[in-house]
């Protein structure tokens, strides 16, 4: 129970989370949402070049990435690997596979030693399904990926290529 056993030491955590993310998921939550969310999370740690998840895997966790960095990667039918994301500290890794209910797209894997709290995706999209606020700003957060992407697809479609 990360948030109601020891309160006191994971206020601080907390506090610290919700400073990192911005528009902050976190900070939407009532007290009792947070609580709902945060009291069955589990505290990981990840070493350079562990897996979070794979692509297809339904596993049913969502990562709030404490600190380090993700990667998200696809592989195309040759094995090549394409860099189609980063996760840093304050942002949820995996939560698009919560939302729908559906498979991981990509592969997330650590680039750096990180530390993370694993999410209940259930539990996650449930709390999304009863706060607006909440389900917005997870919206604004896969937004804002979808954005990077189409400006790296831009970018790579108007670059040279005898650069790629």
């Known amino acids: 129970m990360l948030w109601s056993v020891g309160r006191r030491r994971h206020r601080s955590e907390i506090n610290r989370l919700l400073g990192l993310m911005s528009p902050s998921?976190?900070?939407?939550?009532?007290?009792?949402?947070r609580a709902r969310l945060l009291d069955p999370a589990v505290p990981r740690r990840f070493a350079?070049?562990?897996?979070?998840?794979?692509?297809?895997?339904?596993r049913g966790r969502v990562h709030l990435l404490r600190s380090g960095l993700?990667?998200?990667?696809?592989?195309d039918f040759d094995g090549n690997e394409t860099i189609l994301g980063l996760g840093v500290p304050g942002e949820l890794v995996g939560e698009?596979?919560?939302i729908d209910g559906g498979v991981h797209e990509t592969d997330a894997i650590a680039l750096t030693d990180l530390s993370a709290l694993s999410l209940d995706a259930a539990v996650l999209r449930d709390v999304l399904g009863r706060n607006p606020r909440a389900s917005l700003?997870?919206?604004?957060?896969?937004a804002s990926r979808l954005r990077w992407l189409g400006d790296?697809?831009?970018?790579?479609a108007s670059g040279d290529l005898s650069v790629r």
């Open 25 to 33: 998921l976190l900070t939407t939550l009532t007290t009792d949402e």
């Open 48 to 58: 350079r070049g562990d897996v979070l998840h794979l692509a297809g895997d339904h």
């Open 70 to 75: 993700v990667k998200l990667t696809a592989r």
């Open 96 to 98: 698009a596979a919560a």
């Open 137 to 142: 700003a997870a919206a604004c957060g896969l």
């Open 152 to 156: 790296q697809a831009r970018e790579r």
